[in-house]
């Protein structure tokens, strides 16, 4: 058996992976790392949810879910679309409450956005 | 030593070499490299050992059609342990960033779909399509050569035919 063909075939495919996959390491290693990062805030009557962008990677069509949970057991969701999430990019979600400094015991953010414009993933999330 | 006791050894080494350096490669493919990617922890277990003991055997048996069969296998086996680990790519990161923790849900099917598509089929393929090579042109008739002993050169030329 060759030893040859299958040397030529696995340099093929780590480059075909690492291809493919490199901004997704970028932009886990952007939030490993803390470069992106989630702010959660408790105004009054809405609740803030700051996402900063301070990495490489970029985030476009974003599609974002936000929900929120009081101690009542209320849902409140906000849903809406931001075109690109870049270095430097602040992006504040309001979600407005109807009990007025209700305790927040859940926010759940679902957010489906295409990485460094190149496929759409689909991520959530959570803080309880 | 005699010459024949030179290259029962040379076929040993070879044997050993070749089985040796195809777990290093699959494992590097298969295994590391998707941890890598993922950023999840790289962990030499027992699977090592079996992989290493098939690709031996693979190598030992390699005038046989088995051998095309164990190397499938080996890959297909280290694939199935791959995507086990990396729960088949629904993976859940749990980071504190600053205050924040993140419960980070994440779907990463498409990297396992890759993985197979790019090197287990092609492996395989390559596997029984080099079994059959030699198969082919092993079996033409040659004139006795001179038994002599394997030099290193002899040694790779054979591990990279």
Redesign the interface.
């Known amino acids: 058996?060759?030893?040859?063909?299958?040397?030529l075939?696995?340099f093929?495919?780590?480059f075909?992976?690492f291809l493919?996959?490199t901004p997704?390491?970028l932009f886990?290693?952007d939030?490993?790392k803390?470069h992106i990062?989630?702010?959660?805030q408790h105004k009054g009557n809405e609740v803030l949810l700051i996402l900063v962008n301070e990495g490489t990677s970029y985030l476009s069509d974003i599609i974002y879910n936000a929900t929120a949970q009081d101690i009542y057991n209320n849902l409140y969701m906000k849903t809406g679309k931001i075109d690109s999430f870049k270095k430097g990019d602040n992006i504040t979600i309001k979600i407005p409450l109807k009990i007025p400094n209700a305790v927040i015991i859940k926010v759940d953010l679902k957010i489906s956005a295409k990485i460094n414009g190149l496929?759409r993933?689909?991520?959530?999330?959570?803080?309880? | 030593m005699s010459k024949t006791t030179e290259l029962i050894k040379a076929y040993l080494f070879v044997t050993l070499i070749e089985g040796i350096l195809r777990t290093i490669i699959i494992y590097l493919v298969l295994i590391i490299l998707p941890a890598v990617i993922l950023m999840r922890p790289i962990v030499i277990t027992k699977t090592f050992l079996d992989i290493l003991i098939i690709c031996i055997a693979a190598s030992a048996l390699r005038i046989y059609v088995i051998s095309p069969i164990l190397i499938t296998l080996a890959y297909f086996y280290s694939f199935l342990v791959s995507a086990n680990t990396l729960n088949f790519g629904y993976l859940s990161y749990n980071w504190e960033v600053y205050t924040f923790q993140i419960s980070f849900f994440f779907d990463m099917s498409p990297l396992v779909f890759v993985l197979f598509a790019t090197i287990v089929i092609p492996m395989s393929i390559s596997a029984f399509y080099s079994y059959y090579i030699t198969q082919a042109t092993g079996n033409i008739r040659r004139p006795p050569v001179p038994l002599t002993g394997a030099t290193i050169r002899d040694i790779i030329l054979e591990i990279l035919r």
């Open positions: 058996m060759t030893l040859r063909h299958e040397v075939i696995s093929l495919s780590v075909i992976i493919l996959f997704l390491t886990l290693q939030l490993a803390g990062y989630f702010k959660f496929y993933f689909d991520f959530e999330v959570k803080r309880e």
